[in-house]
């Protein structure tokens, strides 16, 4: 039977940095089957690691309950396949799943896009993770290839649209 998610204590939200990047690393310990976080996060919010075809602008949020990071997000500009924004690292930790967290992290990101003009939008989806290929398509994302999924307006999520 699936679990009904219970109450989880108020959720803030702010844009992150690098010095957030340990907390960020660090709430993934509970949850061997996600593995450690990209070691490479630190450089990238830094603007020093690049992913293929990503461009300078980017940007990256958290999750907080009190001082500790529940999830995250980041998204940056890109031309990876012809489209103009990618979302990146998108994670929330175990015990705050199914309760929106990550739905507000990726309309936070979908509305740092639109602040930078950018509609059309990529992500990467683990296939492996039990979560991910339903949560793109729950906010109306659609394939792309076996791995990449796509909005053509970002503005869908804004929109209120989950589909
Ligand atoms: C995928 C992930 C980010 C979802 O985070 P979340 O905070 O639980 O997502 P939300 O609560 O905002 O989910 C919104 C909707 O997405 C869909 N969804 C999310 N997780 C799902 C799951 N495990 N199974 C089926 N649908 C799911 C549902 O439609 C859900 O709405 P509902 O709870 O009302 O049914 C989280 O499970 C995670 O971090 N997983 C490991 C890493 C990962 O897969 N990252 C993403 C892509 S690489």
Known sequence: MPQTPGPIPTVRYREATSADVPAMAGCRAADPQSGPADPRMAAYLDGRHHP?????????FVALVGDAVAGYIAGHATTRYGY???????????AYRRHGVAGHLL??????????GIRRVCVNADVESAGAVAFYTAHGASPLNQYWYRWDDIGVIL?????
């Open 107 to 116: 309309r936070l990101v979908a509305h740092w896009f639109q602040t930078q």
């Open 84 to 94: 103009a924004g990618e979302v990146q690292y998108l994670y929330v930790a175990p």
């Open 52 to 60: 293929q075809q990503a461009l300078a602008a980017r940007i990256a």
């Open 159 to 163: 929109a209120g649209k989950r589909g």
